[in-house]
């Protein structure tokens, strides 16, 4: 079905801004909502803007105000203008914790920290452990908990913790480069106050869910991303780490689907944050599964899984490394070094309204 994401397509405001009608009609309405929420910018900025799409005098005001006033920017920094995945769109969106802390934050071993990207516009990504949330997930469907063969009336209903990994990987991305979805979004939510729960009744409304399957396009859509499979329904293509790479040094995640059991179909989703150069990986990433960091690397040196497995079983790019002093527990890490990545999808913000220009 047809839905409205709230971002824009190009700059709005002063300094050479395009100022496409539909464009200033979104920072228009986010401009409202933050004089609603803090007097101070509602002072600085005197009256509340009419939402016409016309960028004119009291918008591009109201931008600099905002800059100095709300993010805290000196004069001769506020530029008037607001720039798709800039820091004052991520700011009057919602992508980040606080609009007064621009920089990303520095990595942790907090299972509800922030691990920042310090690439291109991807913000602050929440972490989430999916460990931490029993509700039901999606429909709420039975699963073959006790291993019979079939669904019957001893078996568990699915949770986000149990069967929730892709869903948290989806709404960690989204906390960085997400934008509101009206028609499936909750009154008040901004992209930096997602959590799973909230994820979880955006998919519901948006009918990404089967049961407690999550159908990740769908779903990604919901959450105002759009996202590439490789992998899925076809081979990985010869060049897949470079993609995976290049799209992280582009400043955007990946959600990485991770094999580590029999078999090599993938059993567990992690959200990659950066492409990083150091002797232990090439990426680092967050694990739904602990909540924290980890890595991820070319070489499969140390996945004694990946050195057992027949040639036609060996389809992985990227190999798992547990960090050091993070936060999973040792039967993760151990877990962890069996990663192997199968599959993957590239995730990146929607910019603009589903309108014509």
């Not at 582009?250 to 029999?262: E, F, I, S, T």
């Amino acid at each position: 079905m047809p839905y409205t994401i709230m971002s824009i397509k190009f700059s709005v405001g002063d300094s050479d801004a395009y100022n496409f009608y539909n464009d200033v009609v979104v920072a228009q309405g986010l401009l409202n909502d933050h004089y609603y929420a803090n007097a101070a910018f509602a002072s600085a900025a005197g009256q509340l803007l009419t939402v016409d799409g016309d960028c004119g005098a009291l918008t591009k005001s109201a931008i600099r105000s905002f800059q100095t006033v709300v993010m805290g920017k000196s004069p001769h920094w506020a530029d008037g203008r607001i720039d798709p995945g800039g820091q004052t769109w991520r700011a009057l969106n919602g992508n980040l914790p606080s609009v007064a802390n621009i920089s990303p934050a520095p990595l942790d071993t907090s299972t509800s920290g922030a691990v920042g990207s310090s690439l291109g516009n991807s913000g602050d990504y929440s972490a989430f452990r999916q460990g931490n949330y029993s509700s039901h997930l999606g429909t709420s469907s039975q699963y073959d908990s006790n291993k019979s063969g079939g669904i019957d009336a001893g078996d568990k209903f699915s949770t986000i913790a149990s069967h929730g990994c892709c869903l948290c990987t989806l709404t960690m991305a989204a906390t960085a480069i997400g934008s509101r979805v009206p028609s499936y979004w909750p009154e008040g939510v901004t992209p930096k106050s997602l959590t799973p729960l909230v994820a979880n009744t955006i998919c519901k409304n948006a009918g990404a869910f089967s049961g407690y399957s999550l159908n990740m396009q769908t779903a990604a859509n919901a959450l105002g991303m759009a996202g590439t499979h490789y992998g899925f329904t076809s081979a990985m293509p010869g060049n897949a780490v470079d993609i995976l790479l290049g799209h992280l040094a582009g400043g955007n995640p990946v959600a990485l689907h991770v094999d580590y059991k029999k078999g090599g179909s993938g059993d567990h989703w992690v959200l990659g944050t950066r492409k990083i150069n150091d002797f232990e990986g090439d990426v680092e990433a967050i694990d739904p599964a602990s909540g924290g960091r980890m890595k991820f690397t070319r070489m499969d040196v140390f996945n004694t899984r990946y050195a057992a497995q027949s040639d036609t079983e060996k389809k992985g790019i990227l190999f798992g490394l547990p960090t050091n002093g993070g936060s999973a527990s040792p039967s993760r890490r151990e877990k962890q070094y069996d990663y192997i990545v199968v599959r993957f999808m590239t995730l990146r913000s929607v910019a603009g309204t589903s309108g014509v220009y």
